[in-house]
């Protein structure tokens, strides 16, 4: 069982910037798949970014070059820094991870992330 806690939402303008955090109750050096997903009011839940052990990371066209997703294996914990924020950013963040290729998958609790002036 993995337990994953966000962290780092909130109110921002836009042009603004955040920093997602979520917290593994594990080591995450091994995961084989941690990403971030958000899902607004009324619309289904959508990939953000995704980063695989290898390295590899992949992104949404909607905030690619504004957005970078990272790990940090010695804190267990893997971040989203969103750059230059626009209102259709609001929306609920959910940090998922995936163990393995074939294991179950957790999420977290979410953090609201709300872009407005």
């Known amino acids: 069982q993995v337990q994953l806690v966000e962290s780092g939402g909130g109110l921002v303008q836009p042009g603004g910037s955040l920093r997602l955090s979520c917290a593994a109750s594990g080591s995450i050096s091994r995961v084989w798949k941690m990403g971030w997903y958000r899902q607004a009011p009324g619309n289904e839940r959508e990939l953000v970014a995704t980063?695989?052990?290898?390295?590899?990371?992949l992104y949404a066209d909607s905030v690619k070059g504004r957005c970078t997703i990272c790990r940090d294996n010695a804190k267990n914990t893997l971040y989203l820094q969103m750059n230059n924020l626009k209102p259709e950013d609001t929306a609920v963040y959910y940090c998922?991870?995936?163990?393995?290729?074939?294991?179950?998958?957790?999420w977290g609790q979410g953090t609201q992330v709300t872009v407005s002036s």
């Open positions: 980063s695989f052990r290898t390295g590899t990371t």
């Open positions: 998922n991870v995936k163990p393995a290729i074939r294991a179950d998958e957790y």
